[in-house]
């Protein structure tokens, strides 16, 4: 199959995709506001860049990282890799042995979500609305480094093959308590910085490491352990956008205090001179 009949074919699926989104943008526009498009020729021109640069991206994605993301994982999880040529006779799986698994999920989970389009679009649109007071590159830091620890636990329950509802109710109740003690103009950022993370990028090299892995891990099932990264990938974002929070203020307060203090001690000493 030629590349150019890839390409026309994942055009003609991403255009069906997008125009649902346009259809209600135009309909809401023309029928209720009773407003004409202002710029139309941008905007159209913008609408062909859009179709263009998704189409790009996706047959990229299909082509070369989703590719290599399978392989990796296989690879990885390879019995033979693990434990060379003594794998046939290996019936117990201890978690000890697939250091290299979690160093990889922490690695492609830290990658892939900093290199979330929907998570950029949100990181800058935070720091523009919020005057500079929320970094975009913190917000996308702190992010990407909760959906790396959460992808690495995600795979260490699939090794493990420990149930799935102990670490999502452990890690809301972490997240009840940390909404009652973050700052309140974090706690909705945090919420959605959980949900645009399982975009276009991560959710299929996720679904595809946590498939490879308990499909070569003896006695674990691709359907029933296969799937769940995601849910982690969702949850430990907003764990760690509100701890980047309260550590940020944490250290504000102290540098506050450390300057009031410095203060004090100047005043007192012009007093007593």
Known sequence: MSLL?????TLQSTLIDIIPIAAVLLGFQLLVLRQPVA?????????????????LFLMGLEKAIFPLGELMASQLTDPVFLYGQAAASITVVHWQDYGWV?????????????????????????QQVSGGSVSAWGL???VSLGV?????????????GTELWLYIIAAYVVVIIQTMRAPAMIIPLAYDSGGVTTSTVTVPLLAALGLGLAATIPGRSPLIDGFGLIAFASVFPIMSVMAYAQISRKLESRRLKQTTRQV???KENDDAL
């Not at 979690?102 to 935070?126: D, R």
Request: glycine share 10%; hydrophobic share 60%; aromatic share 16%.
């Open 140 to 142: 996308r830091l702190a």
């Open 102 to 126: 979690y160093a990889f999920a922490f690695a492609i989970g830290l990658a892939t979500t900093l290199a979330e389009p929907s998570l950029i679009a949100v990181g800058m649109k935070a």
């Open 5 to 9: 009949y890839v390409f026309w074919d």
């Open 148 to 160: 790396a620890i959460g992808v690495s636990i995600g795979c260490f329950r699939i090794v493990t």
């Open 264 to 266: 004090k001690q100047v």
């Open 39 to 55: 710029n139309a020729w941008r905007v159209l021109r913008g609408f062909v860049y859009v179709l263009l640069g998704l189409s």
